[in-house]
């Protein structure tokens, strides 16, 4: 059953296609996994496994009467941001612990009328806001890979579902790496598409940073995923039209130019197992026959925090910051700790501060993508993040380095900044501490092909929770 609930959708979708698996199987072997699992990891909020059997039994259906939809039967966990009509709806929050969602969002609907089945929603931290997943609402979600360590934010509850074996899909989104972030510390892929490539609810889908997008185990079932979620939507008129469709991927990357940047000059300090763990990617890779070269991106502290920090305190310190004085009480320390951080990081500058330090940023990584046909840099500086604790009120050891705040071993936002590059994140390795590390694939703007060429041609060549000895929680 364990071997059946690592089954990917890409061999669920052929089995079921030959009679030789049903969707009642696989959800079954899902569910049995999820109520073997979840007592240690926490990464559902809520769950429906009868109605999903029941959802599952009339998928199998569809395929009997060859009226199969492309993702018809697979498992699915949505995040908890995202609403489902008669769906509770908390976005990890106790301000929300009574509501109920009266409509489903437009990306849930588009997995839902793709054949998804779900099962569960999975857990988020309050108000999608942090780069681990616990809240005053839902307990703290646990990495499956070490129980000590957490599991990345914001989507993660689907990463961590997706490595413990508890759903074969799973939803996300990204505002500062939120789905890269959890994708990279459980062990898996997860994809933040050039922006408007997947539509957003507004308001949200006017901030350029925001991406929706999914989570999955392996390079191709990213693919048919994200080729379900991509598309317009006349809810966000920043949503790019036509359709974009990934077609099958070409793993061959013999001669192609790939750059690779470790810390882009110092601005972000690594430990030493990332740093390992990226060049032996890129050797893996070399090895597959790319032509991979280190190379240097200076990006300016000041402007890169100047960047991040009026962005977000316009956007989530003022959202956030506006529930505290009448929330404050039932509210999270890491939520209020976020909002007024960004504040700090904002300091004097301006919107055209912002702008100008955004530009610089682009016109560092520009002529690299111009002259390579893919950047690869980590994920996150450190190792991983200790499950439970706040973050709130102190910093994190990095590489000997002490960060002043735990958002500054995110190398995510790099790419929130520069909203149109595509970035896949894929496993690089794993730390002694049994965590996971991740490796960014960003392609140029809106080639969103190349990342899966590369992520390919690593998984490829280092296979990934593909055999019982390389997956967690087997005891």
Known sequence: MTDLAYLTAAEALARF?????????LMDAVIARAEATEPTVNAFCFTRYEAARAEAAAAEARWAKGEARPLEGIPLAIKDEMPVAGQPWSMGSLVYRDLVADETSPLARRMLDAGCVQHARSTTPEFSCAGFTQSRIHGVTRNPWNPEYGVGGSSGGSGAALAAGSTTLAG?????GSIRIPAAFNGVVGF?????RVPCEPPFGLDMYCHNGGLARTVEDMRLFQNVLAGPHPMDHRSLRPRYALGPIDADVSGMPIALCLDFDGLFALDDEVRANTLAAADALRAAGADVREVAIPLDRAGYHAAIGYHFAQIFGAWIGGM????????????????????????????YDQIEAEAAIWNAVAPVLEEHTALLCPTLG?????????YADHGLVVGGVELPFYF?????????????????NVPSGVADNGVPTGLQIVG?????ATP???????ERERPWLDAPERRPLQG
């Open 17 to 25: 296609a030959t009679r030789e698996l049903s969707p009642v199987e």
């Open 172 to 176: 996300g989104s990204d505002i500062g």
């Open 192 to 196: 933040k598409a050039p922006h408007g």
């Open 324 to 351: 505290v004085e009448e929330h404050g009480a039932e509210m999270t320390d890491y939520a209020i700790a976020f909002s007024r951080h960004v504040v700090e990081l904002q300091g004097d500058a301006s919107g």
């Open 382 to 390: 450190t190792r991983g993040l200790v499950a439970g604790d706040e």
């Open 408 to 424: 500054d071993t995110l190398i995510t936002p790099v790419f929130n900044v520069l909203s149109a590059c595509p970035v896949l």
């Open 444 to 448: 140029r703007t809106f080639d969103d």
């Open 452 to 458: 899966f060429r590369i992520g390919a041609a690593l």
